[in-house]
T-cell receptor, first 113, second 118 residues
Framework: SQQGEEDPQALSIQEGENATMNCSYK?????LQWYRQNSGRGLVHLIL?????REKHSGRLRVTLDTSKKSSSLLITASRAADTASYFC?????????????FGQGTILTVHP | GAVVSQHPSWVICKSGTSVKIECRSL??????MFWYRQFPKQSLMLMAT?????????EQGVEKDKFLINHASLTLSTLTVTSAHPEDSSFYIC??????????????FGEGSRLTVL
């Protein structure tokens, strides 16, 4: 699939635990981005990581990128009930115009209070 | 604050009618708009890319005569679902990008429009 894969498809954890979501892709990329989507709502941009970067942090979020394995992971530490949402990775394939993104299938995260 | 305004947020229409969704850039000009569609419990799929002053580019499998895109000004792009049918029920999201904002690649999404065709 051009979209790539995300796993797990669904993740259920308790508040305070860490949540890790993975994203794999098949083609070369310029950058990879992670988004959050609350049920029935629009997208919230979380982090962008460029192809020459290996790790980025933003608050409780940590994103890693391994271009040799064509994979990325999103770690949410000390999760909260408010983190419950769907999380998508999206990449800008190499050679494509700015702004054109290909999304993964997404991970549905449920954080229980 | 929001930099992209998309409306309507919700629309319910009868089968066979046409529905127009607007996506407006609130801060700087958007020479390019991307339109995505998201079916329930699925991911976002790019439908088309609209460029100000020129014809939109449609992704494979997207009917250009059914999904009319107009980008007549630098701040407004519209998507019209013509002769809508129940299978067109979906969440439509626009996303803007400007040549002046290529540094971070951060892209701006509208809030989305949920279309339900009865």
């Amino acid at each position: 699939s051009q979209q790539g894969e995300e796993d797990p498809q669904a993740l259920s954890i308790q508040e305070g635990e860490n949540a890790t979501m993975n994203c794999s892709y098949k083609t070369s990329i310029n950058n990879l981005q992670w988004y959050r989507q609350n049920s029935g709502r629009g997208l919230v941009h979380l982090i962008l990581i460029r192809s020459n970067e290996r790790e980025k942090h933003s608050g409780r979020l940590r994103v890693t990128l391994d271009t040799s394995k064509k994979s990325s992971s999103l770690l949410i530490t000390a999760s909260r009930a408010a983190d419950t949402a769907s999380y998508f990775c999206a990449r800008r394939p190499g050679g494509t115009s700015y702004g054109k993104l290909t999304f993964g299938q997404g991970t549905i995260l449920t954080v229980h209070p | 604050g929001a930099v992209v305004s998309q409306h309507p947020s919700w629309v319910i229409c009868k089968s066979g009618t046409s529905v127009k969704i607007e996506c407006r850039s609130l801060d700087f000009q958007a020479t390019t708009m991307f339109w995505y569609r998201q079916f329930p419990k699925q991911s976002l799929m790019l439908m088309a890319t609209s460029n100000e002053g020129s014809k939109a580019t449609y992704e494979q499998g997207v009917e250009k005569d059914k999904f009319l895109i107009n980008h007549a000004s630098l701040t407004l792009s519209t998507l019209t679902v013509t002769s809508a049918h129940p299978e067109d029920s979906s969440f439509y999201i626009c996303k803007k990008h400007s040549r002046g904002n290529t540094n971070t690649g951060e892209l701006f999404f509208g809030e989305g429009s949920r279309l339900t065709v009865l």
